[in-house]
């Protein structure tokens, strides 16, 4: 798989990012197994606590279409720096595994992490 790739489809969601209360832009591009790219951007609210992260409308939009085995999802803010999954998107990805690639991109550089490494000893019912 060309992670470059993955990350150029999060920089191209990251420009649908609705984030007028923060102005912080987020991309997300995650692909399954089967090579299929889902993307998103954070979509924020009024009420700030509605605000869902780009990584979990993503996940959203893979799921709602019956995709269950992800192989990577690359990351990018218009911060320019790495940016990393809050603590409840840590939980929300870790329910398709944790052996998840997260892809992260600077303005020059890329940067490999599993989401095991990022959430250990994850909660799991099974
Ligand atoms: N945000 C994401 O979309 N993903 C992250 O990994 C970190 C934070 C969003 C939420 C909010 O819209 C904005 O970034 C500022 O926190």
């Known amino acids: 798989m060309d992670y470059?790739?993955?990350?150029?489809?999060?920089?191209?969601?990251?420009n649908h990012a609705y984030s007028k209360y923060s102005n912080f832009n987020v991309g997300a591009a995650l692909v399954t197994k089967s090579?299929?790219?889902?993307?998103g951007c954070n979509i924020e609210n009024s009420s700030y606590g509605?605000?869902?992260?780009?990584?979990?409308?993503?996940?959203?939009?893979?799921?709602?279409?019956?995709?269950r085995e992800f192989d990577a999802i690359a990351i990018v803010s218009s911060?320019?720096?790495?940016?990393?999954?809050?603590?409840?998107?840590?939980?929300f990805m870790s329910e398709w595994g944790?052996?998840?690639?997260?892809?992260?991109?600077?303005?020059?550089?890329?940067?490999?992490y599993t989401l095991k490494e990022l959430l250990p000893e994850a909660f799991t019912k099974f």
Do not use: H
């Open 4 to 14: 470059n790739n993955l990350i150029e489809k999060a920089k191209e969601a990251m």
């Open 35 to 39: 090579g299929k790219i889902y993307t």
């Open 50 to 67: 509605a605000t869902i992260c780009a990584e979990r409308v993503a996940f959203s939009k893979a799921v709602s279409e019956g995709e």
């Open 79 to 91: 911060s320019g720096d790495y940016t990393y999954p809050c603590g409840i998107c840590r939980q």
């Open 98 to 112: 944790t052996d998840l690639k997260l892809i992260f991109a600077n303005e020059k550089d890329t940067k490999v």
